[in-house]
């Protein structure tokens, strides 16, 4: 504690400031990330190293190369991000966090989360064919609104045409795992044309995606996750289209619209594993009940910019945005569907679908104040209303109710330049003013077996019968206002090293759907229910950065708390619910690069320490932290080691990762069956280019190892239908050509 608080000190010394910016994230030579570039995220056009935030930016080869070994853009931040949780390898992020809080997807700025009801589908929103970089901002800020407590990771779709004419691009993948098994094999086909013609220009394109079964080190079938959703034995398609019209030399209107759909084919039942033989959980053959678990999202943006209005820089956007996420049945989760009132006890099945609208506008303008250029301010004003609601569509009933999300929010930041740039100052504040809204409803009836071993006196229910749920709700119009701050101070004595404080606060609301479904107790009245109030996070930070010549290198310690956080909870019929109390992270992020004496060749490690810490006194509450955050909540230790080479047409990488082991302990005692014991993979990657395009061959788990996922490993320790495998060994052969 003595360090955490010297620490604290010492950032309070600084301005209680923000971080400065990482220019880019490994990447193979030629990268756009290696450039300038403006981070849209950040909502600023001064260079990321004057920006009160620490950024990474994953340009388009690097990307790519990224989603070949691992399949999706949620896996490339996650290989490529320490402090980023281990992909769970399904349609579902539950518990993937970075800096052990869940971060807000974007895709150009519009949020894909669903913080209302959270489905955690929001990773699966567009196929990275068409996002040109992925912009991280690490830990808590409020520069997109709701949503931003662990960052954000903002994907930048493919910009407009820069050239006269025709363009476009192709890309076609095979999938197959280590054993060529016939069900394992899977494919994609991508294409996108673009065309220039003065003032005008527009982008269309199509991605398709057939997935088939995954399979472990073992030569088995990695297990089916009927309910919460699979990316094996699936097919995506994936639609994007983008018009531009140059209204002045400064001045742009841009419509980018997209549309992803992810549906399971459906040709396999779960086959429970032992937990207690290390057998895991695996699939055969076999018609699931209802719909197969799916997702569906579509976006529409239109954009105004002017780079030179006033001598400053104008954005506005308004987008729309709805998704509908189909959840899957089976029978370990239909305790939860139960009602005598409809169908005898256990005949019952149900499966629910997650609903929500979202729409939005975005203003803001920022310039150099005239007389004194070292000065940038900037103001702006966010506005969003969001429409959730979580249904049961086999007897059409409503599990979470419609739940009405308005924020209006306006904001101003200033950026100051000191000392021909050897000090910076930066800060601002965003006041969100929030209204929610529920109106009255009836808590779902839920029944389920239970043993009874002695005859319960005066019981209420049947002996062997538990009922809960199915209680009068008061809705209401609950607000919340706030004032989120953020401020910081950077050292830069001479180019390329720097000495960094940073303060930022980040605001969401806690997954009110889990919350509201769950009550079960009558009397409540939503007006004044705690458990629904935001979630207010802090993002404390200090650091050095030095890029000079071949070396590239950081360190970032943090901490951040709140102090009514969200906990995810696990019941036995493996549903989760959220409790909400007192939070503490603190982490320290460490990453090198440096260019080897040998043209192209390149070495890279990275280290994250993340620890939290939550009050586990639900019932009086003290403040105080006493239990570690679970694999549920936060993610493990990691080290990152990779070399890439690229030079004249050949581009190779080689990558580990290093999990490492974690042993919960605190006043709850938590079950140390959900102790973890680590592993390490390997992938890698290689690409040639020819006359006619690029050739590549990328492998998933290089070594073959076989390993229990983290979030297998750490949750759930009874249930032998949620112990799932890693990918075994997994090859990808691409061709991709641009004309």
Request: glycine fraction near 12%.
């Amino acid at each position: 504690m003595n360090r955490k608080f010297a620490l604290a000190a010492l950032a309070c010394t600084a301005l209680s400031s923000p971080a400065v910016a990482q220019d880019s994230v490994p990447v193979a030579d030629g990268d756009e990330s290696e450039g300038t570039i403006i981070v849209t995220a950040a909502r600023t056009t001064l260079p990321p190293n004057a920006l009160p935030l620490t950024i990474d930016v994953i340009g388009k080869d690097s990307l790519d190369q990224q989603i070949a070994i691992s399949g999706s853009v949620t896996d490339a931040v996650s290989n490529l991000t320490p402090s980023f949780s281990p992909t769970r390898q399904k349609l579902s992020g539950a518990g993937e966090t970075l800096r052990g809080r869940s971060p807000l997807y974007a895709i150009n700025g519009i949020p894909q989360s669903t913080p209302m009801r959270d489905g955690s589908r929001d990773g699966f929103t567009i196929d990275g064919f068409f996002v040109d970089r992925v912009e991280l901002i690490y830990g808590s800020n409020a520069l997109q609104g709701i949503g931003g407590t662990g960052g954000i990771v903002n994907q930048v779709t493919v910009g407009a045409p820069k050239e006269e004419g025709l363009g476009g691009r192709i890309l076609l993948q095979g999938t197959a795992d280590d054993g060529f098994s016939k069900d394992g094999l899977g494919g994609k086909v991508a294409g996108l044309v673009q065309y220039k013609a003065g003032r005008f220009d527009a982008t269309f394109g199509a991605a398709w995606e057939k997935r088939g079964a995954f399979y472990d080190a073992k030569g088995r079938r990695i297990g089916i996750n009927l309910t919460q959703g699979e990316t094996q034995d699936s097919q995506t398609l994936s639609l994007f289209a983008r018009l531009g019209y140059e209204l002045s030399p400064s001045a742009r209107l841009d419509l980018i619209a997209s549309r992803f759909e992810l549906k399971g084919d459906g040709d396999y039942i779960a086959l429970p594993g032992n937990r207690l033989t290390g057998v895991p959980t695996s699939a055969v053959r076999g018609t699931p009940p209802g719909e197969s678990a799916q997702n569906r999202t579509e976006s529409i943006a239109l954009s105004l910019t002017d780079t030179d209005l006033g001598g400053g820089n104008f954005v506005s956007q308004i987008f729309f945005n709805r998704s509908r996420d189909t959840f899957g049945g089976e029978v370990a989760t239909q305790a939860t569907f139960q009602d005598p009132a409809l169908a005898p006890v256990g005949t019952l099945f149900d499966q629910s679908q997650n609903r929500s609208r979202k729409l939005g506008a975005k203003l803001s303008y920022e310039r150099a104040v005239p007389g004194f250029e070292d000065l940038t301010l900037t103001v702006g004003f966010d506005a969003l209303v969001d429409k959730t609601e979580q249904a049961l569509i086999a007897t059409g009933r409503v599990w979470v109710p419609p739940s009405d999300f308005r924020s209006l929010a306006p904001f101003g930041q200033a950026n100051l330049k000191l000392f021909d740039g050897i000090v910076r100052l930066a800060g601002g504040v965003r006041w969100e003013n929030v209204k929610i809204k529920i109106d009255d409803y009836h808590t779902l009836a839920s029944t389920t077996f239970v043993a009874c071993t002695t005859p319960p006196a005066a019981a209420v229910t049947p002996c062997g019968v538990s009922t809960y749920g199915g209680v009068d709700v008061a809705g209401g119009k609950p607000k919340f206002k706030d004032l989120l701050v953020n401020g910081g101070v950077i050292v830069e004595p001479w180019d390329g090293i720097r000495a960094y404080a940073s303060y930022a606060e980040g605001f969401t609301v806690p997954d009110i759907g889990r919350i509201t479904r769950a009550v079960n107790r009558t009397g409540v009245d939503l007006d004044s229910f705690l458990d629904i109030s935001p979630i207010v996070s802090n993002n404390r930070e200090i650091g050095v950065e030095v890029k000079r010549g071949p070396l590239d290198a950081s360190a970032t310690y943090f901490w951040s708390s709140s102090d009514k956080g969200q906990l995810l909870i696990a019941r036995p019929d493996r549903i989760f619910d959220v409790q909400r109390q007192r939070v503490e992270i603190e982490g320290l992020e460490v990453n090198l690069r440096v260019q080897m004496p040998v043209d192209g060749l390149k070495l890279g490690v990275g280290y994250a320490h993340i620890q939290g810490k939550y009050d586990s006194d639900s019932a009086n509450p003290d403040g105080i932290v006493d239990t570690d955050l679970d694999g549920t909540n936060i993610s493990p230790d990691r080290v990152n080691l990779n070399a890439s080479y690229n030079k004249g047409p050949v581009s190779a990488l080689i990558q580990t990762q290093f999990f490492l082991d974690r042993t919960f302990h605190g006043k709850a005692n938590p079950d140390q069956r959900n102790s973890f014991g680590g592993y390490n993979i390997t992938d890698a990657s290689i690409r040639y280019q020819t006359g006619l395009g690029g050739l590549s061959l990328s492998v998933q788990n290089l070594f073959d190892k076989f390993y229990i996922d983290y979030s297998s490993d750490t949750r759930l320790p009874t249930d032998n239908l949620a112990f799932f495998a890693g990918r075994g060994r997994t090859f990808t052969l691409g061709w991709d050509y641009r004309f």
